[in-house]
């Protein structure tokens, strides 16, 4: 039996259509000569259809082509880890053998169908091409569950893994393990629960904007970058751009774009919309990798922040993971802050 890591990130909002009624996806839709040869299991013949396929391109490494050979090639019964957003992950297994997506029934979706549509063997959404290729039956296990709660150091570690997918079987115990969890499994998550709870409602309470900013700056300080705050009247942005903290790091090339937003209850989209106008207007250092971080004290998100923040690539941070991070941190210098 073999089990995978695969995720569902690309062409997220219609992956997640397709995984909540039983099917995994994968791109490739460019490269359908691969089914037949991978199906088969013959890895011979799939190295000749890929460099047919894929000649001259010089990113189609060997670690690239073997994302769809091992989606291709997983059989009933074996297992699949799904990382997803939030914080959460879902166990599966394969009910059925991979198809090609110009074979799939889009009635299976009912009225998540919305304008999906099949045309030459392509998928669309309305006028717009959906780069899935394949899919692969699959029924979830248990529903999806929290990292912090279920899965373990090696597990948690696994699902940090930045590719489309990977096999997993030298941690299959810690699989197995949050397969037959009934309870969390371990104590910190329950502690720091009760206490992220509070340290929240005392930043919800005892903070205003301009020391919440503060707040994040010291934060992001404490992770080893260096942050500011730019002014609010800053040269150069326009149309609503703003981030409220720019953090660098030199040696890791890194520098992290944040808006803070002082909200209770909910936040909406808009600093999505402000943070990700930023870095398109003013992340032009070349040889830097740019990330967008959207940090409230709000309870939680928007479905329509949410969905957005997928869309331009945002991390959001809500008020409780806020509170965690800062714990974790330690807090003993907090006040330093607003010094």
Known sequence: MKYLMHRISHWYN????????????????????????????????????CNKVYVGQSWWTGVKRKQPWRFLTMSVGDIVVIPLPYGEFSICKVTGKPMKISDFDLSVLGADKGQLVIKEDCLFDGETFVDLGFLLPIKPIKPPLS??????????????????????????????????????????????????????????????????????????????????????????????????IISRNEFLKLIIHIQAKYHKDTSDSWGVEQISRYTKQKGVEEDYTYIKWLISTADNFSDDAKTLALEKEVRLIDGITFAQMLIDAGVGSINDAFH
């Open 14 to 49: 219609v992956a997640r259509k397709l995984f909540d009624h039983g099917y995994l996806s994968i791109g490739f839709s460019d490269a359908q000569e691969l089914f037949e040869p991978a199906l088969s299991g013959d890895e011979e013949k799939y190295n000749d259809a």
């Open 147 to 244: 990292r912090n709660e279920y899965a373990d150091a090696n597990l948690t570690s696994g699902m940090k893994f930045q590719q489309t997918n990977y096999y997993m079987n030298k941690i299959s115990e810690s699989i197995e393990k949050a397969i037959n969890a009934e309870t969390p499994i371990n104590f910190y998550d329950n502690a720091i629960k009760i206490i992220s709870n509070q340290f929240l409602n005392a930043m919800q309470t005892d903070l205003n904007e301009n020391k919440f900013e503060k707040l994040v700056a010291w934060f992001m300080k404490k992770q080893g970058f260096e942050s500011y705050i730019p002014p609010k009247k800053e040269r150069g942005k326009e149309d609503f751009a703003d981030a409220d």
